[in-house]
């Protein structure tokens, strides 16, 4: 293996014949090394990091996610973007997991011009469990979904949007997840249940922050479903 991102070129030639006298195929494999990146992400909240890319020359490039769900690049590193040389060149990075998995996700920053790899790396994603607000046990039907209500309290005193998000939205989905609150409101938080599969139980996590601050979790609410 080349060293991390440097690259190996090699090639694969395909005769005709066994005396290697009718060329009919060359194939050039280019084989890249890429950086592992080691990250902690509490489970819910956005996680930002930063890439850095050196570059021998002026390039014109654009950065891809193999899992584009979790692991994303914020404006303006969505668009092209424009690398020197000779110069520390920064991409940011968000990172956001809902479930407990250890996750590998490829990023790359590919030349627009020639299709040419300038940089990859091998994000390894750790999550990290926040701690459980408050527990629901809910008994659900086998073959029908469940309309089910809990009240959530904002314990600021000020008014403030709050974002919820389900952990798995194909069992357990929200009706709405934005809602405003005013300082000290209790409001009822409408959820659909179903089931997937055969299951018989179930755990989802609710991950509740506010839109402002979304890198913080206020709360996290554990609802373990059994199926009847």
């Not at 659909?192 to 991950?207: D, P, Y």
């Amino acid at each position: 293996m080349p060293e991390v991102n440097k690259q190996t070129v090699f090639y694969i030639l395909a005769y005709q014949d066994t005396y290697f006298k009718e060329l009919i195929a060359n194939w050039q494999i280019k084989l890249t090394s890429l950086a592992g990146i080691g990250i902690e992400v509490p489970l819910g909240q956005v996680q930002n990091t930063k890439l850095t890319v050196h570059v021998e020359i002026s390039r014109q490039v654009r950065f891809y996610s193999s899992h584009p769900i979790c692991v994303w690049f914020p404006q303006p590193y969505d668009q092209l973007v424009n690398l020197l040389p000779g110069k520390i060149n920064i991409a940011n990075l968000c990172v956001r997991l809902f479930t407990e998995q250890i996750h590998k996700v490829m990023v790359t920053c590919v030349d627009e011009q020639n299709h040419e790899l300038v940089r990859g790396w091998i994000l390894n994603i750790s999550p990290t469990v926040p701690p459980i607000s408050q527990v629901f046990d809910i008994q659900a039907a086998r073959d029908q979904m469940k309309t089910y209500i809990v009240k959530y309290a904002n314990k600021q005193n000020n008014e403030v949007l709050l974002i919820f998000k389900s952990s798995n939205t194909q069992i357990l989905k929200l009706v709405e997840t934005r809602y405003l609150f005013k300082a000290q409101q209790i409001q009822d938080i409408t959820l659909q249940i179903h089931r997937v599969g055969e299951m018989e139980k179930a755990e989802v996590k609710v991950f509740i922050g506010d839109e402002d601050r979304s890198r913080d979790t206020f709360d996290c609410l554990l609802f373990r479903i059994t199926y009847i």
